[in-house]
């Protein structure tokens, strides 16, 4: 029994935190990026140190080619004078300068590999580490948009269907005013005899109330007909 609720316990706790893993993906995966790319900007300074060493180890090979090469000439000098124990001691010096020099050249091949072999590896995490952040970019677009549809879903269309019975109770009160207002026009016309009788001559019934454009024009044509 112990070991079943022990497992059970232990089932729980795996699961909520995996769960809260789920919830928060994408900002772990955010901070993961970042530190992917502090590890790089890191190894970029590691390789510039390792290369800026490797020029300080070549500047030190070329000054021991040149000490052996100035001490050989004298070593030369020296035997030609016959000053043996000289030339000797100074063979000596070669020997150890010819050592030093060949321990710096193998230190040269060493950090060419080494720095050839990190900027490989550089080159490699920052094609990887750029799929990541686009990768990252629509993760997180399609999970806004997820979210949104998820979430925001019923209350947009409850939004968009009380939006549209607003713009009906619009409608519809409008059409009530204006219906509201020819009315009420009808009703101060009716029983006005200066209305009706306005309303009689537009109808044809009688003559007009106002001069009409047309016998304007008639009446000023006579007019210049009787000047001629």
């Known amino acids: 029994m112990w070991k079943q609720l022990f497992a059970l316990a232990r089932g729980r706790t795996h699961e909520a935190g995996q769960g809260i893993v789920d919830r928060n993906a994408l900002v772990i995966l955010r901070q993961q990026i970042r530190d992917c790319a502090e590890a790089i900007a890191a190894a970029r300074k590691a390789i510039a140190i390792a290369i800026a060493q490797n020029e300080q180890e070549v500047q030190q ?3 021991l080619v040149a000490r052996i090469e100035n001490l050989e000439s004298r070593t030369v000098a020296a035997l030609d ?9 100074a063979a000596e010096t070669i020997g150890l300068l010819e050592a030093e020099r060949d321990a710096s050249e193998q230190a040269q091949k060493n950090f060419g590999t080494e720095i050839a072999r990190l900027k ?6 920052e094609i990887r580490l750029r799929d990541l952040q686009r990768g990252q970019r629509i993760v997180s677009a399609t999970d806004t948009t997820q979210r949104l549809r998820e979430t925001g879903q019923g209350a947009t269309l409850s939004t968009l269907r009380d939006a549209e019975e607003t713009l009906s109770r619009l409608r519809t009160r409008q059409t009530q005013i204006d219906a509201a207002a020819t009315a009420l026009e009808e009703m101060e016309q009716f029983g006005d005899p200066a209305a009706l009788t ?5 109808a044809g019934c009688g003559a007009p109330v106002r001069t009409s454009a047309d016998a304007v024009l008639e009446r000023l044509a006579k007019r210049m007909s009787g000047a001629a």
């Open 120 to 125: 490989r590896i550089v080159t490699a995490s």
């Open 61 to 63: 090979y070329a000054k």
């Open 81 to 89: 004078q016959g000053r043996n124990e000289l030339a000797r001691e």
């Open 198 to 202: 306005e309303k009689l001559a537009a």
